[in-house]
């Protein structure tokens, strides 16, 4: 009895196993044949329903949990310490990922405030951070080490006698970062931030992505793959998009980490889509291609590509911060005229998809609840009401634009505007100050012509620029550029950004500079014109020129690790 019982339950599992695998399997196959037989909403446009299938967005756990098995490590580490400057333990690379960071964990007899250096080889690069709170165990935070050398970090206790120095020996720098030469550094006029924490970051468009001080050192970066995105996000945390696995080719991976490497959560998206030659053939894709920003519910809008078997770079979804459920579509082909995207014919791709628009970046202006978007291959830059998705004005030269659409444009209240062509990384000067009608924009003019706009002055050199819109009365007129003094050498045929960044200076990046062989970064005073710090970039591999140039702080909260389990829905 007790045998025929073993086999009868052996033989249920067997039939469990074997039919969940089956269901897999048909499952599978099923939504294979979704994705080949696409459903159209009308010809060439996809519906939502379909977009948020060929999408697929999922919450992944696997690094979670290893950043939790670490955190827990390191708390029980601090937790059986005994009190005292000198029975503290120092990690380099935490997290590893991050080859530049550390951590230190200390207790003290009293509660006691920590103040943490890492000595630089000059004033202007040594880095401080006075930790928040009294405490009588401490998990300090370190960023900004050198590469390749045993740094100094002193802790600096206000209720013990003296400071402490510890030791942090890190190793050299990845080959694929290339050659950083300083030209111009005047620390004085930079944006520096408190403590010189302010770091420039060189945004990689596939490969490593490292942050620079005032004397052109490399100070952070990551052993991570990143591409295009490297945001800040309103909990300090850093959003990236990465790969979901070292052996993949395409990068599917929203990643919320930090400067440290831990990471809170991860989104893999699947980009299995039809090919364009033959539409019973699928193919791995990228899904997230330029930007990525958080909006005021902390929901995530991406720019992605939606899985057509013929368009590319002209859709944005807004996906659950918690859930990573697509919430909303904006397919760009809805709004803009039809013969943008059926006759287009501007670039080539070797896919033979079409990428018409070309959508580089984004930003939210809260105040009116307006989305402003950048698509380098129609030159044009244009606002719509988030809830509505409804057109409020466009920002381009009229040529090749339906009359159907010129009540949108912005006027020019100078004769002789140049438009923008080719343009990147837009964004708002003062976003949460800008009054009434009057909204101030800046970005990156590449100033290369795809659609339209073409002067004599064409392909001549590339520019930060800013422009001041007067939505009531839709007109335009510039109020800052530079980058023509540098002439042809920063032209840039791609890629780029623009960003204010403190002292009323622009920090400009030309990545794409001397045909893809250079990437500059030049911060320059506004009201004077004058460099304050310039890098140039060599010795890169062909494809990793630098995305963007960012001034971002190492340390923008408390400093100090917390060691608290971190869950995924945290």
């Given amino acids: 009895m007790k045998k025929s019982w073993k086999i009868s339950l052996g033989v249920i599992l067997a039939l469990i196993i074997i039919g969940g695998a089956t269901a897999y399997h048909k499952r599978h196959n099923v939504r294979r044949l979704l994705l080949v037989h696409q459903h159209y909403h ?81 004033p202007a690069t040594t880095i401080t951070k006075h930790l928040k709170g009294y405490h009588t165990t401490h998990s300090v935070g370190v960023l900004g080490l050198y590469v390749n050398r045993t740094n100094r970090v002193t802790l600096q206790f206000t209720k013990e006698n003296g400071d402490k120095s510890y030791t942090m020996t890190t190793h050299g720098t990845p080959k694929d970062i290339g050659k950083n030469t300083l030209k111009t550094s005047k620390p004085q006029k930079m944006a520096l931030g408190k403590g010189n924490q302010r770091l420039t970051f060189a945004v990689s468009s596939q490969g490593t992505t490292y942050g620079l001080d005032a004397n052109g050192q490399v100070r952070w970066y990551s052993t991570a793959p990143i591409s295009h995105v490297f945001k800040r996000l309103s909990n300090n945390h850093l959003l990236i998009l990465t790969k979901i696995s070292a052996s993949e080719h395409k990068y599917n991976a929203l990643r919320e980490t930090d400067f440290y490497g831990r990471v809170y959560r991860q989104y893999n998206f699947s980009g299995l889509f039809p090919t364009r030659k033959d539409h019973s053939k699928l193919a791995t894709n990228t899904v997230i291609h330029h930007d990525a920003i958080e909006l005021p519910n902390h929901n995530l809008l991406l720019t992605v590509d939606d899985g057509s078997s013929k368009y590319v770079e002209d859709t944005m979804v807004e996906i659950n911060y918690k859930t990573a459920k697509i919430v909303k579509v904006i397919d760009l082909k809805r709004m803009l005229p039809k013969s943008a995207y059926t006759q287009f014919d501007g670039t080539h791709r070797p896919d033979g998809k079409i990428d018409w628009f070309h959508q580089n970046s984004m930003v939210y202006d809260r105040k009116r609840d307006e989305l402003i978007v950048s698509g380098r291959n129609q030159d044009m830059i244009f606002a719509i ?174 400093g100090s690790v917390g060691l608290k389990k971190i869950t995924p829905t945290d």
């Fill in 42 to 122: 009308r010809k060439n446009i996809l519906s939502e329903n379909q977009i948020k299938l060929n999408l697929r967005p999922a919450l992944s756990t696997k690094h979670t949990t290893a950043t939790n098995r670490l955190s827990a490590a390191y708390k029980s580490q601090l937790n059986d310490l005994k009190p005292g400057s000198a029975n503290a333990k120092v990690i380099v690379n935490p997290y590893k990922t991050s080859p530049l960071s550390g951590l230190i964990l200390v207790k003290t007899q009293a509660a006691t405030k920590v103040k943490v250096t890492v000595h630089g080889d000059t």
């Fill in 385 to 558: 009401n988030y809830k509505t998705t409804k057109l409020k004005w466009i920002l381009a030269a009229p040529d090749k634009l339906p009359k159907s659409y010129h009540h949108y444009l912005l006027q020019p209240r100078s004769k002789h505007y140049r438009y923008n062509g080719g343009q990147h990384a837009v964004s708002l000067i003062h976003k949460d100050t800008h009054q009434g009608n009057t909204l101030a924009l800046e970005f990156y003019n590449n100033n290369v012509p795809v659609t339209r706009g073409k002067t004599t002055q064409s392909k001549q050199w590339s520019a930060g620029e800013i422009v001041s819109i007067n939505q009531r009365h839709r007109t335009v007129h510039q109020t800052w550029s530079f980058g023509k003094s540098l002439g042809k050498r920063n032209f840039t045929n791609i890629v780029g950004s623009s960003y204010a960044v403190g002292k009323g200076n622009t920090l400009i990046g030309f990545g794409y500079a001397s045909k893809g062989k250079r990437s500059e970064f030049v911060e320059v005073d506004r009201k004077t014109n004058q460099i304050v710090y310039d890098v140039d970039r060599t010795g890169f591999n062909h494809g990793d020129w630098s995305y963007r140039a960012q001034r971002m702080s190492l340390y923008p909260g408390t």
